[in-house]
């Protein structure tokens, strides 16, 4: 941890990149996807595998069954930033970090004050009508949801299903997200990567796009990039930024 510390600390304007995932949340009190009590571990109140309903192909034959468990257990609106989402912002104000990329759909970086926030996997906090798309907030799309005897979210507009701006599976990634993602990460000489599994692709790729010198990991359980990286920490997210 001093070691990441001091790589961060004696890093170049700009020099530094954060790539996070669900693991950056968890000390906020929002789920992870694979470990022991993650969204994925099944569960006896859906009748469909979670993996399954984070799908392009589900939401639109099962909108009500998707909705259902989105608004359960994907979104979070009473999290509040750890010490991880804060100190990101302070470096970035410091010009230390020159950019966020995220697969986190939660928006904490934002709220913790980062602006260079490259959300590849969408937000939340966006929702668009399908028919007409008219933009909705996260807290109208949850009045909308509320309202809906079916729990549907419906533009009042024109009644076509309000959707998320978050990525299923089987969805592609935004071509201007991946664009600056990767030249953020092309132009790092420190990468952190931290609370990810780095099992979902084209996110884990991005990885590939580093050229400089430090790699470092930082997460609970092992990922498949500890073997090319300089330094692999297992710690929380949380404590290793908590300084
Ligand atoms: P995962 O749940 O796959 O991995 C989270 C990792 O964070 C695990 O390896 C944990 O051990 C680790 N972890 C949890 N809490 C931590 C903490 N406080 N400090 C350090 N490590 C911690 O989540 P992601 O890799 O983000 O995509 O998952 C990638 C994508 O899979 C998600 O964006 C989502 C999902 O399907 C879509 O929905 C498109
Ligand atoms: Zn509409």
Not at 126 to 154: I, S, W
Request: charge should be negative; aromatic fraction near 10%; include cysteine.
């Amino acid at each position: 941890i001093a070691t990441l510390r001091s790589w961060i600390e004696s890093c170049g304007p700009g020099g530094m990149v954060f790539f996070g995932g669900a693991g950056v949340s968890t000390e906020s009190g929002i789920p992870d996807f694979r470990s022991t009590g993650g969204l994925y571990s099944h569960s006896q109140k859906y009748s469909y595998p979670p993996e399954t309903m984070v799908s392009h192909s589900f939401f639109e034959a099962h909108p009500q069954e998707f909705f259902q468990f989105y608004f359960d257990r994907m979104i979070a609106p009473e999290a509040k930033p750890n010490q991880a989402h804060k100190k990101l912002a302070e470096l970035e104000q410091r010009g230390v970090c020159r950019a966020v990329i995220t697969q986190n759909i939660d928006g904490l970086h934002q709220v913790a004050g980062s602006r260079n926030v490259y959300e590849l996997h969408g937000s939340v906090h966006r929702n668009y009508c399908t028919g007409c798309k008219r933009f909705f907030n996260l807290e109208e799309t949850m009045q909308l949801h509320q309202a809906a005897t079916d729990g549907v979210p419906r533009c009042p507009d024109c009644d076509a299903i309000v959707k998320p701006d978050v990525v299923l599976y089987e969805e592609p990634l935004d071509e201007e997200v991946i664009t600056g993602a990767v030249q953020a990460i092309a132009q790092a000489e420190l990468l952190v990567v931290a609370g990810t599994s780095l099992v979902v692709y084209p996110a884990a790729g991005l990885l590939r796009y580093f050229q400089g010198d430090k790699l470092a990991i930082v997460n609970l359980s092992p990922t498949s990039a500890d073997k090319s990286a300089d330094l692999c920490i297992n710690a929380k997210v949380g404590e290793v930024f908590g300084w």
